[in-house]
């Protein structure tokens, strides 16, 4: 989902509220909502709501680019583990546990990060992408411990010389993907929090801009001194606002 049909909401409340200084003294409704004052506070809110989910957006993407690092080339990795238990441990049930675990871990590549398609503005494909995402880091993290727990059952006879398959660094390396997802998962719902923020400002069915401007049209129409055969209001209708989901 681009940013953009939310942007172009809080620039044409922006140019809602540039048309209503023109008014000068004439604009003086008795509803608070939608006071000179208040809807540039509600303005200043959008403003800076807008800033924080790019903000959030931007950590997030770094997050899961730097995940995605560190998970790339997990089924390499395990394909050389199971290499290491075949030279190094003979016993046919260990065998046949590890390769279970092991076929879990090379049963795909991890796929890039979930990316947003500008051209579809309704649909966040990140967002929907996430969960399935989600999922798929988490069970490689739980089939690696896994892993590692079942070669440290056999650790007095695994003792491979290559230092990427010791279980030392495994368990070093598992640590890694937890802490890279971990944040990545931080700053997923740190950033869909922010949008939750800005969906507030811009979408409250009572105090979010879109019905401000709903109320305000109610008022240049009841207002005798505006009237919709007014510059003001033409103007005013104009402006196109539309929620975005």
């Known amino acids: ?25 004439v604009y003086n409704p008795f509803q608070t909502l939608i006071l000179l004052a208040a ?40 394909t050389r583990i199971a290499g290491a238990i075949k ?3 003979n016993d046919a049930l260990f065998t046949k546990n590890a390769t279970t675990i092991i076929r879990k871990l090379q049963g795909r590549r991890i796929g890039n990060a979930p990316v947003d398609d500008p051209s579809t503005p309704d649909v966040d494909e990140s967002q929907v992408a996430h969960s399935v995402s989600q999922q798929s ?59 939750e923020v800005r969906d507030t400002i811009l979408y409250h069915p009572e105090t979010g801009i879109l019905n401000l401007v709903k109320l305000i049209k109610a008022y240049f129409l009841y207002n005798k001194d505006i009237g919709k055969n007014s510059a003001a209001y033409q103007q005013l209708i104009a402006l196109k606002f539309k929620k975005v989901k």
């Open 137 to 195: 880091y988490d069970n490689y993290i739980a089939n690696l411990a896994a892993l590692i727990a079942l070669l440290k059952t056999k650790e007095s006879i695994y003792k491979p010389n290559e230092e990427e398959v010791k279980i030392q660094t495994l368990e070093a390396k598992l640590a890694a993907m937890e802490t890279k997802n971990n944040t990545a998962q931080i700053a997923q719902i740190e950033a869909k929090n922010a949008r």
């Open 1 to 25: 989902m681009s940013e953009v049909g939310h942007a172009k909401n809080v620039a044409n409340f922006a140019t809602a509220i540039n048309i209503i200084i023109a008014l000068g003294a």
């Open 87 to 89: 030279v190094n441990i």
């Open 39 to 78: 809807l540039q506070t509600k303005l200043t809110e959008a403003e800076n709501a807008m800033a924080e989910v790019d903000t959030k957006k931007s950590t997030e993407i770094d997050a899961d680019n730097i995940r995605f690092a560190e998970f790339d080339g997990i089924d390499t990795l395990a």
